[in-house]
Each structure stands twice: as C-alpha cells, then as structure tokens.
C-alpha cells in the first residue's frame, strides 16, 4: 500500500486514487500553458472590440457587430476552456491518470478560419460594390 | 514572465477599451470594461511577482500549485469578456 493514501485501513481498491504532488516542473508547465489560453481569448477579445470600433462599415449591414459577437463567444469559450483544462490536467496529474485530450485547439481554429472566410468575402464585396 | 505577459494583454485590452470611449458621452458606463480590464492587469502583475518570489526559494517548496491564483486570473478574464460584449458590442 502508498504510503500517501487517503483511503482509510483496511479498504483496498478505493475508488478515487491516492494524490500527489506533481513534479514542479509539469505544474509550471500546466500554469504556462493556462495563461497562453487566457492571452489568446484575450487577443479574440481586442480583436471583438477593434473590428467594431476601429473598423468601418462592411458590405453587409450589421456584419460587423455580428462578427464582433462572434468573437466575442469564441473569446469567451477559449478562456472557459483554457480554465477546465487546467483543472482537468492538474487533477490528472495528482491522481496519475493520463492527461485529458481536448480538441479545443481544433475548435478554436476552425472557429478562426471561418471568421477569416467571412470577413475576407465581406472585404471582397465592399471592393466589388465601391 | 508568462504571468506579465498576461498582465500586459489585460493592460492592452483596456487601453484598446478606452481608445473609443475617451470622448464619448458613456460616462462611467462606458469606461467600465477599461477600469475592469485595468484592475485585473493590476492584479495579475502581483500574482507575477508573487509567484516570482515563490519560484526564487531555495529549495522550492513543495507545494506550489497556483490554484487560487488561477481561478482569481480565470474568472476575471471571464467577466471583463461578458462586460465588454455587453457594454461594446451588444
């Protein structure tokens, strides 16, 4: 038996697994890599905040506030993500189970090549009409 | 350094918040995300030295989870992202 478990004498097989303190190292690397998600919601979040600011009028009427929301909400789940990840990963790490896998990247990215698609048509068509 | 980072970014947003709302009739109103923003980079720059301070110790201690830290960092990136949508886009 671990000389760090929590379960108490005599019960075997308890079913959540003893904690332990994580090689520092890999704490700090889960830190790092928490707060590179909260900079990237924060970059979509300037980046909400330019377009309906700084940016004229599109093609479209109201494209650019619904591409504004639209970033917002991407801003938002990155930096939702960016914190269950951590938690997810830090819990792992204390347990020994293997680290979650999350395809927030692949979201993420997604997300981003269809707002570039979108507002690359509306630049395109504020060209075409004058 | 990757917690001044994040304090830079949350300084950047509020500086990009105040940019529109300097000259305009919103009041405190309009001014709210910027202040916001600035709080939390504020906060965010002692959560870096502190942690600084932490890693310095000779030995490290064994315990050096930042748990608190991020849920504080976490959650203020949360509401300063509703209150701009709310205040800036909606």
């Known amino acids: 038996m671990a000389d760090n478990t929590t379960t108490p004498a005599g019960e075997q097989g308890a079913d959540r697994p003893a904690e332990i303190e ?18 990237t919601s924060l970059g979509l979040l300037a980046a ?10 599109l093609a479209v009427p109201g494209a650019r506030r619904a591409l504004g929301v639209v970033l917002a909400t991407l801003a938002i789940l990155t930096s939702g ?38 507002a690359l ?9 004058g | 350094m990757a917690w001044t980072r994040t304090s830079f970014a949350l300084l950047a947003n509020g500086a990009l918040l105040t940019i529109k709302n300097l000259h305009s009739a919103a009041g405190l109103w309009g001014l709210m995300p910027a202040l916001l923003a600035a709080t939390a980079a504020c906060c965010t720059y002692m959560i870096a030295l502190q942690r600084q301070r932490t890693l310095e110790q000779r030995p490290i201690p064994a315990q050096i989870n930042p748990r608190r830290q991020v849920y504080v960092v976490g959650i203020a990136v949360l509401v300063l992202i509703a209150v701009t949508a709310v205040a800036q886009l909606l």
């Open chain 1, 81 to 118: 993500m960016g914190l269950l990840r951590w938690q997810q990963a830090d819990r792992a790490m204390r347990r020994g189970l293997p680290l979650p896998r999350h395809p927030t990247p692949a979201y993420l990215a997604l997300g981003l090549i269809l707002i570039g698609v979108i």
């Open chain 1, 48 to 57: 909400a905040v330019a377009l309906v600011q700084l940016v004229p009028e």
């Open chain 1, 22 to 39: 994580p090689d520092y190292r890999f704490t700090l690397a889960n830190e790092r890599t928490f707060l590179a998600w909260q900079r």
């Open chain 1, 121 to 129: 048509g509306l630049v395109i068509a504020k060209v075409v009409m």
